[in-house]
């Protein structure tokens, strides 16, 4: 894809630049693109590594911080309901201020994994659910990226998308016994395009749907279309998403990516 555009100038009389001129400026700017690229990576990384902390010390905090300070709290109330007086009294103002510092903390929790959402790149959360993937299956899905998606794909869009995305993964995760999954993300003036295919067992008897469900109908909302059925020559599966990236009137209810508990929330291979 283009980062730039290098541009070259003749200060003498020259007026044209000689054959070896324009080879080292092409080299030239080959390795100030992959300068670019390379620091893009690093950047990406450490954004990545940022949220995987957050999410980690939200977990922690939620789980086993929470759970301490719920427990010493049921103490101690107990231990007021024995005894009476002043004691009891300042026991239920300790109890009180524990409650309190779990709301606070829970408010910490919160803004912990809120934070920096909205103005995430798309494609650092796009690498966040391939990785999910890896992580449960032990290959790499190869990813092809057209167009210009972190630009173009509005922001109404992306949960939407990633949701797509995330349950493609998951199902192949869950169903597929796959050893190879193609992921194409494709963005055009028209539409954008989520396609996963995977070289598994197949669609097979699909015995009941509630993930493609939602998939089916966050496409149509957005007044697009999905499609499910076995992939090219008859091997695997493929899932295609596509939706226009202008709505047309008529298809202005969006369902809320709340309304549809499996989507976006469940790791791939993940257990009901
Ligand atoms: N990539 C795939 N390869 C093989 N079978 C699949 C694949 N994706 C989906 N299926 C089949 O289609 C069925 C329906 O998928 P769907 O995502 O709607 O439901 P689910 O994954 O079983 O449950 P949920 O998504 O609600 O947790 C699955 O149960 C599975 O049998
Ligand atoms: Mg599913």
Same mark, same amino acid.
């Given at each position: ?23 080292? &400026?092409?080299?030239?700017? +080959? /390795? %100030? *693109?992959?300068? @670019?690229?390379? =620091?893009?990576?690093?950047? $990406? ?34 231990? &007021?309901?024995?005894?009476? +007086? /002043? %004691? *009891?009294?300042? @026991?239920?103002? =300790?109890?009180?201020?524990? $409650? ?173």
């Amino acid at each position: 894809r283009a980062l730039g555009i290098l541009v070259l100038g003749t200060s003498g009389p020259l007026e044209t630049f000689s054959r070896l001129d324009l080879e080292m &400026a092409a080299a030239f700017a +080959g /390795q %100030a *693109a992959l300068s @670019l690229e390379l =620091a893009r990576i690093h950047r $990406d990384r450490e954004r990545l590594a940022v949220f995987e902390e957050r999410d980690r010390i939200a977990r922690d905090l939620h789980d086993v911080v929470i759970q301490r300070l719920f427990a010493t709290g049921l103490q101690v109330q107990s231990l &007021a309901r024995v005894l009476d +007086g /002043q %004691a *009891a009294n300042r @026991l239920h103002v =300790a109890a009180a201020e524990l $409650d309190q510092t779990i709301a606070d903390i829970r408010q910490t929790i919160f803004s912990l994994t809120a934070a920096d959402l909205d103005d995430a790149d798309l494609g650092i959360e796009i690498r966040a659910i391939v990785a999910q993937t890896e992580r449960a299956l032990g290959i790499s899905p190869v990813i092809r990226v057209d167009g210009p998606i972190d630009r173009r794909v509005p922001a109404a869009i992306r949960p939407h998308m990633l949701a797509a995305l995330q349950e493609a993964l998951s199902n192949i995760a869950r169903h597929a016994r796959a050893t190879r999954i193609d992921v194409l993300l494709r963005v055009s003036s028209a539409d954008i395009l989520v396609e996963v295919r995977d070289d598994g067992c197949g669609p097979g008897g699909a015995s009941r749907s509630s993930g493609l469900a939602n998939l089916r109908r966050r496409a149509l909302d957005l007044g697009g279309r999905m499609g499910f059925g076995p992939g090219e020559n008859g091997i695997g599966t493929t899932v295609t998403w596509l939706v226009p990236l202008v709505t047309p009137p008529g298809a202005l209810h969006v369902s809320s990516p709340t309304d549809d508990p499996a989507a976006g929330q469940r790791p791939p291979g993940g257990g009901r």
